[in-house]
């Protein structure tokens, strides 16, 4: 079975420019979550959906933050204006939304905003 | 709302020697307890989890954990340790939301550094 897929491995930017993540999950799993992981600290949830509706994103800064899973399939999150802030890693995972589910994860993109 | 709490942030060992990673948790609601472990420049793997049953987990590479309700704890134990478990390990709790399987939430980590 093919894991959680991500891409890109890394990026580096500028304050101000604009980067998307990607995240593949696991075929079949309907729920999707989306991960920062500031260096040196454990990974946050930014946002979550089960098939394509956003469950919660509360934790998502909205105003240069989003994120979408348009068919319930794959994902991408998208920063607008990146500020130095946002360096850290993204973490995409998936379940398969029952009680006893595990949560796999993809091996991340490293960010650095300079 | 829920916590976990990692009160080491490193723990250094040699090889060979057996090792606790302390996780204290604080929710009242359905108990789903997980480890994960994260190599340098990694995602997070699955170690193991418990939720109902035998309190006592086991897990991949030697790995166990033990969960006490009383004690709100879940703590992560191996017997005998070897240098390629080095890494930083992750205790997470989950909500179970409101309508789907809730998020993780994870504590901050702790660092298992192991001598040869």
């Known amino acids: 079975e093919a894991g959680v897929t991500q891409s890109p491995r890394y990026a580096v930017l500028q304050e101000g420019q604009a980067v998307s993540f990607w995240c593949d999950p696991i075929?079949?799993?309907?729920?999707l979550y989306w991960y920062q992981q500031p260096r040196d600290q454990g990974p946050q949830l930014l946002v979550y959906f089960r098939d394509e509706a956003v469950i919660d994103n509360s934790q998502l800064p909205s105003d240069r933050f989003s994120a979408v899973r348009p068919k319930g399939t794959n994902s991408t999150l998208k920063i607008q204006s990146a500020k130095q802030g946002d360096t850290a890693t993204y973490l995409c995972a998936s379940s398969s939304g029952t009680a006893n589910s595990d949560y796999t994860f993809g091996s991340g993109t490293r960010l650095l905003v300079i | 709302t829920q916590t976990v709490s990692q009160s080491d942030a490193h723990v250094t060992v040699f090889e060979g020697d057996s090792v606790e990673l302390r996780c204290n948790y604080s929710?009242?609601?359905?108990?789903?307890l997980s480890w994960y472990i994260q190599h340098h420049g990694r995602g997070l793997q699955f170690l193991l989890k418990y939720y109902s049953g035998n309190p006592v987990v086991q897990g991949v590479n030697g790995f166990e954990a033990e969960f006490s309700k009383s004690d709100s704890s879940f703590h992560l134990r191996k017997a005998s340790v070897h240098w390629s478990d080095s890494a930083v390990y992750f205790c997470a709790v989950r909500d179970p939301g409101t309508q789907v399987v809730g998020q993780l939430t994870f504590g901050s980590g702790t660092r298992l550094q192991v001598y040869a």
């Open positions: 075929s079949g799993h309907d729920t």
């Open positions: 929710y009242g609601g359905s108990i789903y």
